[in-house]
């Protein structure tokens, strides 16, 4: 791509400038004037063919180009758009005088996981669409780069500060059991052990970390990251039983009655893979995102040593445009598909995923197939997926939501061969808990009720995460398990 | 981590294992599976029958056939050594209630494994219980002891007629149907291609028939969708939904077809294994 530049390119321009911008006394006028910092990543055309994180990380330099860029406005708009409200302006500071450490002690004020939400957050819809310098230019993704920044300051505390576990309150013999060990279990469990709890996450895979681990792939969210985190939670105290499936290894119940946990955090993810209920659905080589990036990130299939196999595909389509799509669709890349398609029945503009993501996938050459929804799955004679019959759409009228509706036009029909279909069109609530826990009332989405202070409808009992929430993002998930925590310790009062 | 606490090899390529888990032998009842990985890293989750459990003594019995990467390195394992992971037990227990006629349980192959718990409950709640059991031959009868023990009639066919009738099941369980005393309700359990000729059996005369899948997994908690089968037209999940279903609305075609997605893939991958294991035994 045209508008690819190297890390040491953007490296030399960040340090030239820094060079002048650091003689210089900076009025708003002059901040605003400052080219937001590129994050460096892999060359397109190297990271295709490799698992490794394609953003690479900021210098330092471009941290402190970066942060002369905020206005330090006095209302600090961006602290309202946080989820879990982290004094941004007060961490930039910090940054942009070169005390990292001040600076990462601000984010942890607020934070557990900012190694991961720096990387994985959608800044733009939240800190970065409050923010004044976004305002002023009328673009939320040129605001001040607060998750990049983020992102250096946390890399920065695990290359610089050795792990030591933090001082403890003394045990207070009371014991929370956790229900999955993402990021909303991982928060509620830091917060809680700060507390003096006894902690037990339970984790049905054989590796903690949820979504972070199954899900979002190495090239954007390598491993060993959550690997850290994880470990610094153990350090803490906390224990994680893995391959314990709470509803059928244990009853929620029995962990109450007979196990003594005083209070549990439901926080079990995402559920079960939406299919479009289109004809073709069920043959060989049609996969739900879940299933494909199980395989490749969990279950390592892109080593040749791993045991867990993966479709062999030339041509791949991906039904969908959130985040999880753009994932499927980079991960296919690099699995050695030479064809990718994302289809996605809205505009660009429409699409739920990251435009960082959108971009990425666009320089690693993943075709966009706007305005176009799958019709069927066309199988061969052994029921092998080898085409979709795909349908024309154009925009009409906004709807209840204010999207304009796409509409499909008439005998548009076409099709694309593809040896793999990939529906990314999100989850439904898994039933095992609902199956396993009479009492618990649930809505009619097949989420867990629960209150504003998490609590669900039976004592001691709290949710939050998407299995309260549907489906959301690492931040809010995080955001629910601390109010859960918050809950949890005034409830075992 | 989960101990092997013993290791039979039953014939050629099957294995029976006693393994550590305490947890699940309390827990599981008739018709649930596991998840089970060998090893942490680069290993494969497959789903296993139970055949046996001890909640006293705290372990549950498999019977596998090692035929796949996972199974074959399973079967190398001897007891004192453990495995990374059992997931358990998964999937809804089999509705086991007082029946007016008898339930026959028909078992193919390794099938036979996870119908001993269902016939057990049966026999528990005290209802007539005919058990067919089929194998291609003798040598491939499993659990005959324990089979006779809990059914009040039992059938043994093989293929080759090396062993009790030289019939396939479906042979048995049509006279039963025709019988005077025709089932209550029939499970069957074995090969996909077995189970779907049970129910078409069994479809003319209107017997309640179940059969219990093992497709694909990878989590076996709905996570992935990977194990999906066409039940009356509508999409199930053989992990949260099953993994018993009604035989006579199983697309048995798409599932078999399914079964096949990485054929290509894992007959490569056993050619290399059977080459590793050579290399191996010359080293030796």
Not at chain 1, 60 to 87: T, Y
Request: charged share 30%; with cysteine; net charge negative.
């Amino acid at each position: 791509m045209s508008n690819y530049k190297a890390p040491e390119i953007l490296e030399k321009e960040a340090s030239e400038l820094w060079d002048t911008l650091k003689e210089t006394e900076l009025t708003p006028k002059s901040r605003r004037d400052i080219p937001q910092q590129d994050m460096p990543s892999q060359d397109p055309d190297i990271r295709r063919g490799n698992m490794e994180e394609v953003a690479v990380g900021y210098t330092a330099e471009q941290v402190f180009v970066e942060s002369a860029r905020c206005l330090q406005c006095k209302n600090a708009p961006c602290i309202n758009g946080c989820p879990v409200s982290i004094d941004i302006p007060r961490f930039i500071k910090e940054a942009g005088d070169g005390k990292f450490g001040p600076a990462i002690d601000v984010i942890k004020e607020s934070s557990m996981l900012p190694a991961i939400c720096g990387r994985v957050c959608p800044q733009e819809k939240q800190c970065m669409e409050q923010c004044t310098l976004g305002k002023i230019l009328k673009d939320p993704e040129k605001s001040v780069a607060i998750g990049r920044i983020e992102r250096f300051l946390a890399d920065w505390e695990s290359e610089n500060r050795p792990e030591t576990a933090p001082e403890l309150p003394p045990s207070n013999g009371k014991k929370v059991a956790i229900v999955g060990s993402g990021p909303s279990g991982l928060t509620a469990a830091a917060d809680l052990r700060k507390a003096g709890f006894e902690v037990t996450i339970f984790e049905a895979f054989h590796k903690p970390g949820g979504v972070t681990v199954y899900g979002i792939p190495e090239f954007r969210l390598p491993k060993a990251i959550v690997e850290r985190e994880v470990e610094g939670l153990m350090r803490m105290g906390v224990t994680f039983e893995n391959n314990f499936l709470v509803g059928r290894t244990r009853k929620l119940k029995d962990l109450m009655e007979k196990d003594g946990y005083n209070a549990v955090y439901i926080a079990s993810g995402a559920g079960l893979p939406k299919f479009m209920h289109i004809e073709g659905e069920n043959l060989v080589g049609v996969f739900s995102a879940n299933e494909f990036l199980t395989r490749s990130n969990l279950m390592k299939a892109y080593d040749s040593n791993a045991a867990t196999p993966i479709y062999q595909a030339k041509r791949v389509a991906v039904f969908g445009g959130g985040n999880v799509a753009m994932d499927a669709a980079r991960t296919a890349v690099r699995m050695g598909a030479e064809e990718v398609h994302i289809i996605y029945r809205r505009t660009e503009k429409e699409m739920p995923a990251r435009v960082e993501e959108v971009h990425h996938a666009k320089e690693e050459g993943v075709i966009f197939n706007l305005l176009t929804s799958p019709v069927r799955i066309l199988g061969d004679e052994d029921g092998r997926v080898r085409a979709i019959e795909c349908l024309k759409y154009e925009l009409g009228e906004p709807d209840e939501s204010g999207r304009r509706k796409p509409v499909p036009i008439e005998g548009s029909e076409f099709t694309i061969d593809v040896e793999t279909c990939i529906p990314a069109i999100g989850n439904t609530s898994n039933p095992l808990i609902k199956q396993t826990t009479p009492g618990l009332e649930f809505t009619r989405w097949g989420t867990i009720e629960v209150d504003e202070n998490q609590k669900t409808s039976l004592d001691h009992v709290f949710a939050g995460g998407d299995i309260s929430q549907g489906a959301a993002t690492v931040i809010l998930a995080m955001g629910d398990g601390r109010k859960a925590a918050a809950a949890i310790i005034e409830d075992l009062k | 981590m989960n101990k092997i606490l013993e290791k039979k090899q039953l014939s050629a390529d099957v294995f029976r294992m006693k393994i550590e888990a305490p947890l699940i032998a309390e827990e599981r009842k008739a018709g649930q599976f596991l998840i089970l990985q060998v090893d942490k890293e680069l290993g494969e989750r497959i789903p296993l029958t139970i055949a046996n459990a001890d909640a006293q003594e705290g372990f549950i019995e498999i019977i596998f056939q090692a035929v796949g990467a996972t199974t074959r390195q399973l079967s190398r394992k001897e007891a004192g050594e453990s495995v990374e992971a059992v997931l358990g037990p998964l999937g809804q227990p089999t509705v086991i209630e007082k029946k007016d006629g008898p339930v026959v349980c028909v078992g193919g192959g390794i099938g036979v494994a996870p119908m001993h718990p269902i016939v057990e409950a049966h026999h528990k709640i005290g209802n007539r219980v005919i058990t067919i059991m089929g194998a291609r031959n003798k040598d491939l009868l499993i659990m005959e002891d324990e089979m006779k023990a809990l059914s009040d009639e039992l059938i043994i066919c093989t293929d080759d007629g090396s062993y009790g009738r030289k019939d396939l099941v479906t042979v048995p369980l049509k006279e039963l149907c025709e019988s005077d005393t025709p089932p209550a309700e029939v499970i069957a359990i074995g090969p996909p291609i077995m189970m779907k000729f049970c129910a078409e059996t069994t479809r003319p005369y209107k017997v309640h028939t179940m059969v219990s899948l093992n497709t694909i997994m990878v989590d076996g908690t709905g996570m992935c969708g990977g194990c999906r089968v066409s039940i009356g037209g509508e999409t199930k999940f053989v992990c949260v939904d099953g993994p018993e279903f009604d035989g006579h609305l199983v697309d048995f075609d798409n599932m078999m077809m399914r079964l096949k997605s990485y054929k290509n893939q894992e007959a490569h991958r056993c050619n290399l294994d059977i080459e590793a294991e050579k290399l191996e035994a010359e080293r030796k």
